[in-house]
T-cell receptor, first 115, second 114 residues
Framework: AQTVTQSQPEMSVQEAETVTLSCTYD???????LFWYKQPPSRQMILVIR??????QNATENRFSVNFQKAAKSFSLKISDSQLGDAAMYFC????????????FGTGTRLTIIP | SQTIHQWPATLVQPVGSPLSLECTVE??????LYWYRQAAGRGLQLLFY??????ISSEVPQNLSASRPQDRQFILSSKKLLLSDSGFYLC?????????????FGPGTRLTVT
């Protein structure tokens, strides 16, 4: 079974600075997808960025980018120019490319933005 | 554009009472639908998923059940709630755009069993 590990329960960053959130996963599959979701205080899960495992190029979405290391099974999220609205819980998630498209989530990292 | 609705937003129920949470999706056809539960301070756990009307798969054995009476309606039920059923319940949908099946979540229901 796949597992997703987020080893940083809490992180903080000064506004306008850069922060990196860590995520590692365990799988025996070669074809899969990885996602970062943001959960603000409203608790609605918002998709931030996705990465297809067959793509070597790291995904980017505006101020959000990932560092995908397939061999190391690592998938970190970098947030540049942090803004107050980035404060939230961030969840890393894995989805197999076979079967029911089930998402396996990590336990999350709470990000605090310091003004 | 697609939207997903969940209700109620919050619910307080006594142990042993029944439960019905509803989720509806607008703006898409034949979506895959999912129910997740998030316990306090933890990630999300998939409870049920459905690829079509009447087709339900359970991921975790428990006293909850799910039904999909219409294409864009997904219902989570229980005949008798347990204290351990407290949590935040999220419904999600996906469609196979480019086979990626990104999942999009509703606003959630906070359930407290007393």
């Amino acid at each position: 079974a796949q597992t997703v590990t987020q080893s940083q329960p809490e992180m903080s960053v000064q506004e306008a600075e850069t922060v990196t959130l860590s995520c590692t996963y365990d799988t025996s599959e070669s074809d899969y997808y990885l996602f970062w979701y943001k959960q603000p205080p409203s608790r609605q899960m918002i998709l931030v960025i996705r990465q297809e495992a067959y793509k070597q190029q790291n995904a980017t979405e505006n101020r959000f980018s990932v560092n995908f290391q397939k061999a190391a099974k690592s998938f970190s999220l970098k947030i540049s120019d942090s803004q107050l609205g980035d404060a939230a819980m961030y969840f890393c998630a894995y989805r197999t490319n076979f079967g029911n498209e089930k998402l396996t989530f990590g336990t999350g990292t709470r990000l605090t933005i310091i003004p | 554009s697609q939207t997903i609705h969940q209700w109620p937003a919050t619910l307080v129920q006594p142990v042993g009472s029944p439960l019905s949470l509803e989720c509806t999706v607008e703006g898409t056809s034949n979506p895959n639908l999912y129910w997740y539960r998030q316990a306090a301070g933890r990630g999300l756990q998939l409870l049920f998923y459905s690829v079509g009307i009447g087709q339900i798969s359970s991921e975790v054995p428990q006293n909850l059940s799910a039904s999909r009476p219409q294409d864009r309606q997904f219902i989570l039920s229980s005949k008798k709630l347990l204290l351990s059923d407290s949590g935040f319940y999220l419904c999600a949908w996906s469609v196979g755009l480019q086979a990626i099946y990104e999942q999009y979540f509703g606003p959630g229901t906070r359930l407290t069993v007393t």
